[in-house]
């Protein structure tokens, strides 16, 4: 397997980000940089580790620290661009799977074992290589009816249904949790500010072990949170933006810029015109292409914005030279 790390001012740039994130120092990027520079010249050696997995492998930042933070800047490696980069799945399969785990309301990382893409030995080396987080079965955890209360209070029904996040294991203060999907780390940081006395140990498990485990915890059969009519503050979802620096190599990144447009032009009374993801996609492209010329610039920010007249996409050139 092909490493996805990036190469010098980029490392550089991911170490200065955790940094400003006061979870690392300079002296900790350095050791790193050095610690991959001695590997890479190692005899025999034909795979760099991950910036962050260094850090992790450290314990100077936790998996979720990493995630989080490369994900708030745009510099993450989804699962979804790493099948396809690597060449591990056809792009056309990986999209059309990404699209069949949101119409049947199934974690995408299920979706692929469930419908026998990739192995689960293989899919357990990917995604420990990505997040530095093991992928198991729950089969063998034995419940503790005992701390049922503590597992509830910390993570209850209503959470676990909506995020696909089930609490397993406590233990001392290490609470071992259940995830299906990269995202949910997202959740797990901040549940962890909530009940910072605790350590909280993520582990990606196959959503049928959720379902399974969430019976058992909260006595009653997972269900998908039925829709209610409720007020949307569409300041959230008008404050998502992505940062573009491949359009052809992170397409799922667009895609969820695409949905979320979709999504708050149907929120905000727009007529539907059908499915224009492909559209969107070329969209996003051209406009790349146009101002990373224009600005000589790496990298275009791309968001929405809503005025009285219309909801716009707009794109600011980053990086700029």
């Not at 979802?237 to 708050?264: H, M």
Request: charged letters at 25%; aromatic letters at 10%; a positive charge.
């Amino acid at each position: 397997m092909k490493s996805m790390e990036p190469k010098g001012q980029s490392r550089r740039k991911i170490g200065a980000l955790l940094v400003d994130e006061g979870l690392v120092n300079p002296e900790d990027v350095q050791r790193v940089l050095s610690i991959q520079k001695k590997k890479s010249e190692s005899p025999g050696s034909n795979k760099s580790r991950l910036f962050g997995m260094i850090l992790c492998d450290l314990n100077l930042i936790t998996p979720t620290d990493n995630y989080c933070v490369l994900e708030k800047h745009g510099k993450l490696v989804t699962l979804q661009d790493f099948l396809i980069q690597q060449q591990i799945l056809p792009k056309s399969s990986v999209e059309k799977t990404w699209n069949r785990s949101i119409e049947m309301n199934i974690p995408f990382m299920s979706l692929l074992l469930d419908e026998k893409l990739i192995s689960k030995s293989k899919l357990q080396q990917i995604v420990f290589d990505l997040f530095y987080i093991p992928f198991r079965s729950i089969s063998d955890i034995i419940f503790d009816a005992a701390v049922r209360p503590t597992l509830s209070l910390i993570i209850n029904k209503e959470m676990a249904r909506e995020h696909r996040v089930i609490p397993l294991i406590f233990k001392g203060n290490t609470l071992v949790c259940g995830i299906t999907d990269p995202d949910n780390l997202v959740f797990i940081r901040n549940v962890n500010n909530q009940f910072p006395q605790y350590r909280f140990k993520p582990l990606f498990i196959p959503f049928s072990g959720f379902t399974w485990f969430y019976k058992m915890l909260y006595e009653e059969a997972w269900a998908a949170k039925k829709e209610v009519q409720k007020p949307v503050d569409l300041s959230l979802l008008l404050s998502f933006c992505v940062t573009i620096t491949d359009p052809g190599g992170q397409v799922q990144a667009i895609a969820s810029l695409y949905k979320r447009y979709e999504w708050v032009r149907q929120l905000l009374g727009y007529p539907a015109k059908g499915d224009r993801a492909k559209r969107f996609q070329t969209f996003v492209a051209q406009s790349h292409e146009r101002i990373t010329r224009e600005y000589a610039c790496t990298a275009v920010e791309f968001s929405l914005k809503n005025d009285p007249t219309q909801l716009q996409i707009m794109a600011y050139p980053k990086d700029q030279e």
